[in-house]
């Protein structure tokens, strides 16, 4: 297994490794404007919509011009149809929702057969994470 750490601000990097294209882009939970428009760039998407609860952020990605839904990935239904996007991801959103299960179903609706889900999740059990844990328990 080839794990690779990475921070949140390369996320998309994958896309690129791997020669992603894809004309519409959805991103999940994605506070970070410049990620998502980062990733639509290098994947060369055309129709380009996010997904978040954050009403800021969604402000600052209409500034962007980018097709923005405000809605609870835990509860809420994505509004495009099923099958209709080429890439999906989710960077850092999926181990803070009370639900994820939506948010995958969900995503899974609106993805096209054969076509890329990346799902990105922070990791806890790092080594310099299991240093703070332990400092701030004496």
Not at 3 to 30: E, M, T, W
Request: charged share 25%.
């Amino acid at each position: 297994m080839n794990c690779q750490k990475f921070s949140l601000s390369k996320a998309p990097l994958p896309l690129i490794r791997h020669g992603i294209r894809a004309n519409v882009y959805v991103d999940l939970g994605c506070n970070n404007v410049s990620i998502t428009a980062e990733a639509a760039r290098m994947v060369g998407a055309k129709n380009v919509h996010r997904i978040d609860v954050d009403k800021d952020a969604s402000a600052r990605a209409r500034e962007k011009n980018l097709i923005t839904h405000e809605i609870d990935l835990s509860t809420g239904k994505i509004p495009l149809n099923e099958e209709s996007a080429d890439l999906v991801t989710a960077f850092e959103v999926i181990e803070h929702l009370a639900n994820p299960g939506n948010m995958l179903r969900e995503a899974h609706r609106i993805l096209k057969r054969g076509r890329h889900l990346l799902i990105t999740i922070s990791n806890h059990v790092s080594w310099i994470n299991k240093i703070i844990l332990d400092l701030t328990k004496t």
